[in-house]
Nanobody, 126 residues
Framework: HVQLVESGGGLGQAGNSLRLSCAASGGTFCHYAMGWFRQASGKEREFVAAISRLGGFTRYLDSVKGRFTISRDNAKNTGYLQMNSLKSEDTAVYYC???????????????????WGQGTQVTVSS
């Protein structure tokens, strides 16, 4: 089973950038598609971005397209979420997730993922 640990959250100002990292261990990282989700206070956890196991296919929530970029470095067993032009509505706990995949898909639904990190808080001040 793969274990996931997020880092890089914190306090950012609107318009600035933050980069989240997701370190994986316990599995062969390149066999797993990876996703980022977020959960704001009092709201459901929502999909943010996903990347296929070899990085060739990505998907995004409409409201983050053009601002956020998901990427991965399989040699380092690490995934990333670069967040630019932050907005106050990006404030949430961000979770990375992984699922073992044979093909090249990048799932967008919570129940398609088997492994989750503990989450990292991102707070954007306006």
């Amino acid at each position: 089973h793969v274990q996931l640990v997020e880092s890089g959250g914190g306090l950012g100002q609107a318009g600035n950038s933050l980069r989240l990292s997701c370190a994986a261990s316990g599995g062969t990282f390149c066999h797993y598609a990876m996703g980022w989700f977020r959960q704001a206070s009092g709201k459901e956890r929502e999909f943010v971005a996903a990347i296929s196991r070899l990085g060739g296919f990505t998907r995004y929530l409409d409201s983050v397209k053009g601002r956020f970029t998901i990427s991965r470095d399989n040699a380092k067993n690490t995934g990333y979420l670069q967040m630019n032009s932050l907005k106050s509505e990006d404030t949430a706990v961000y979770y990375c997730a992984a699922v073992w995949k044979v093909g090249g898909g990048a799932p967008t639904k919570r129940d398609e993922y088997d492994y989750w990190g503990q989450g990292t808080q991102v707070t954007v001040s306006s």
